[in-house]
């Protein structure tokens, strides 16, 4: 006997314990099989892009702290590279050096809660989590040593830095970075050949090296899916071409491999964290600016390696002193668009672990 | 004769039976439900603190010594909660549910033995009737998903039929093996029996009936019911104040209630040198139940389907080799050689698990890079 069955529409979200935030899913289900699934995104709106365009241009520097509240260093670094692009503003060396320590410690801090969370999501109770926070600790600790911020840190400026670093700040650094990849250790014998965790990932959500292309995917979930695409390697910024790193590519493009591809991307932030410390110079960390501080006419697109992917900015000037225009490329809003192609046929309990092997910021997709 | 039937013999002696058969009756009732109620507090407790050690933090320690009356202020606040019913749900069923869950996990300890002659009702099917008692539970479950007319209830509702169905199999399946060593579906019977405790004799049984409970108990890796990751609290997403307490008590009297039957049917109940009976039941009875809080904080959870799978293709078949040579060993080894029974089913359960873990795979269509 063949039983009638139809398929039913399951709201995932904006309120469910594993969104990463307020992202909403219609998800069409035939039992517990995912038929198709509709993002409904915009629960986090702020209009960053528009208040922008009302502030000057080193008063936008908090603004984009808050699009990945994740990453905020490396949200300010892409920031301010874009607006010395379009001014033509050499910065200072010590600068350089201090900017790359942050946004490799905001990488690996980053990186740490995306796997933490992703476990999460596979269901191992809060316990990842927590000792990923563990280290993360360390790194917040570190940037409220500059800064006194540990979340929103507003710590690069137009030409440089805005603090130089305090005489404890060395130390610790060292002391993290020595005992870093021993917990990098830890956590791949705690995880990675675990059996539950390897049933659950492996061959799950494949992405297609050519869909990852075409959607125009970056970071870590390009990465997972075979292409060696790094911004750092590919189009080199601030001083990243006088260090030796290697960019982690997966083969599959599973759940697992882009795991895989954060877990070694720590391994070689700490690498470059130790090279920069070591050759950090003596000197200026800021130019003088002009006040008022205005950029010449015509646009300019400035684009970092986040740790999510590729984090662009696009400004506008009309010499004035603040952007006539200033647009956010966030690379997880972009990395989302391949959510459907990924989860269509697999069960919920693998919705919620695709959705997470992503690992998106609300703050930044919804702007 | 029971510590309840002396009890009922000396009271027979000063008033009419009857009277000395429902005074006897009641007092073992209100004993034995103060004292699972309370060890369920104190459990409730011990696996916040114990989670909170393995989660590298402190877990609750401000109110009493210890934290130890952090249950109790807990329970205050889920008491004095709004009952809330959602307006579409099917009213009685939803008022109904966390009775018909609460109800059969206090009912099991009717025939846990927990010293010698302390047992409330000494069945001589007492392991009959907790395997009849414990799938009621099933029946409230999926009472409160379809009653609460909410899609996640519902999801965790179907996923709860499809679960306990078929975990009760391996776990009937390797009580068999200990009943047919023990002669007896009797609990305290089984536990005279174990001269040598049946872990060491039986340690695939063991295993199979500990993952089963763990499944039957809706433990992590097995807690899809209530996997919070996935559809938010599974059944009980619409209880709130007193019902939600009950469903939350069910649960821990439900894993205080497989860790006494687990004692009593593979560790040898309350038997032990030195320490008094009693202390070593809940010597055990903790360390069963602090392996089920170890697995919670270490193991992500299986997916609804690998669950199945699991269920149809690991334990049962291993269940079933293990049921034909306990039942050969019954026939011509116990009585003579009882160490060579243990050799064999310590080297059986070896040799079955590592062919398992080669022959069946979880993920299937797992990529290889």
Known sequence: MALKTEPFILNVGPQHPSTHGVFRMRVTLDGEVVVDVEPVIGYLHRGIEKLAESRTYTQVIPLTDRLDYLASMTNNFGYVLAVEKLAGIKVPERAEHLRVIMAELMRISSHLMAVGFFLNDLGAMMTPVLYMWREREKIMDLFEMVCGQRLTYNYMRVGGVSHDIPEEFLPALGRFVGEMPRFIDEYEQLLSQNEILLARTKGVGILPRATAINIAASGPVLRASGVKWDIRKADPYSIYERFDFEVPVGMAGDCYDRYWVRIQEMRQSVRIIEQAVNQLPRGEICIKLPKPFRLPSGEVYGHIEAPKGELGFYLVSDNSIAPYRFHVRPPTLINLTALRDMVVGWKIADLIVIFGSIDVCLGEIDR | ?369
Request: some cysteine.
């Open chain 2, 1 to 369: 004769m029971t510590l309840l039937e002396q009890f009922q013999d000396w009271l027979g002696a000063i008033s009419p039976d009857w009277v000395a058969y429902v005074i006897a009756g009641v007092v073992g009732i209100v004993v034995i439900l103060g004292f699972v109620l309370t060890l369920v507090i104190v459990f409730i407790w011990y696996e916040r603190r114990l989670l909170g050690r393995f989660q590298i933090r402190l877990g609750p320690n401000r109110l009493g010594p210890e934290g130890i009356f952090q249950p109790i202020a807990t329970a205050v606040k889920i008491l004095l909660k709004e009952d809330i019913i959602p307006e579409r749900a099917d009213k009685f069923v939803h008022w109904l549910a966390p009775i018909v869950v609460f109800t059969p996990v206090l009912m099991v300890f009717a025939v846990v033995p927990f010293g010698k002659g302390v047992i409330l009702a000494d069945l001589n099917v007492g392991v009959l009737y907790i395997v009849a008692i414990s799938s009621v539970s099933a029946v409230g479950i999926y009472m409160a998903g379809w009653g609460s007319n909410n899609k996640y209830a519902l999801i965790a509702a179907m996923r709860t039929v499809a679960q306990i169905v078929s975990y009760e199999l391996p776990v009937v399946l390797s009580i068999l093996g200990v009943v047919l060593m023990a002669g007896s579906l009797s609990l305290t019977k089984i536990v005279d029996a174990q001269n040598l405790p049946f872990i060491v004799m039986q340690p695939l049984g063991f295993l199979i009936f500990f993952l089963g409970a763990l499944a039957e108990m809706n433990r992590c890796p097995f807690d899809l019911l209530e996997a919070d990751s996935e559809i938010v609290a599974g059944y009980h997403t619409e209880y709130s104040g007193m019902k939600f307490a009950m469903f939350y008590l069910g649960e821990y009297g439900h894993a205080l209630a497989y860790a006494c039957i687990i004692t009593a049917l593979f560790l040898g109940g309350w038997r032990g040198p030195v320490l008094p009976p009693f202390l070593w039941f809940v010597v055990k009875v903790i360390a069963i139940f602090s392996l089920i809080v170890w697995l919670r904080a270490t193991l992500p959870r299986l997916r609804v389907d690998q669950l199945m799978a699991f269920a149809w293709k690991g334990l049962f078949p291993m269940a079933l080799v293990n049921l034909l040579v306990v039942a050969i060993e019954v026939l011509w080894l116990v009585e003579l050689l009882p160490w060579v029974v243990v050799v064999v089913n310590i080297a059986l359960a070896g040799i079955l698990i590592l062919a398992w873990s080669r022959l069946f795979v979880l993920g299937k269509g797992r990529v290889e890079v």
